[in-house]
């Protein structure tokens, strides 16, 4: 059993959540991005227009999760949704003051 745990819920008719819970490191990243990308083509396919990633239930991350964020954020925003992020711990709020990425992960 994987120690994450990744849902997709259409939330109205042009938003949807995507909520990224347990443990976030190197050794699943590869999985999580691939289970999300997944969920991400589903929201383009569907023309959600706004897409929240809720991250607020993440027990421990790295900032490989910051760059999950990004790369999911990226490709949406290629395919006209955007994407807000809720519940980023203040650790990784930090993390991405610091590398100049803060405005790029809007809550």
Sequence with gaps: MPDYQLAFNLREQNAAV????????FN???AIYRQGNE???QTVSSGIKMLI?????????QSVLLSLLLRW?????KASC???INGLSEQMRRVSEVTGI???LPE
């Excluded at 990633?53 to 991350?61: G, I, L, R």
């Excluded at 954020?73 to 925003?77: G, I, P």
Aim: positive net charge; proline residues 3%.
């Design 18 to 25: 995507l909520k990224l819970s347990g443990w976030v490191n």
């Design 28 to 30: 699943n990243a590869t």
């Design 39 to 41: 969920l991400t083509d």
């Design 53 to 61: 990633v809720d991250v607020a239930e993440v027990k421990t991350s």
């Design 73 to 77: 954020r990226v490709k949406l925003n």
């Design 82 to 84: 955007s994407v807000k």
């Design 102 to 104: 803060a405005p790029l």
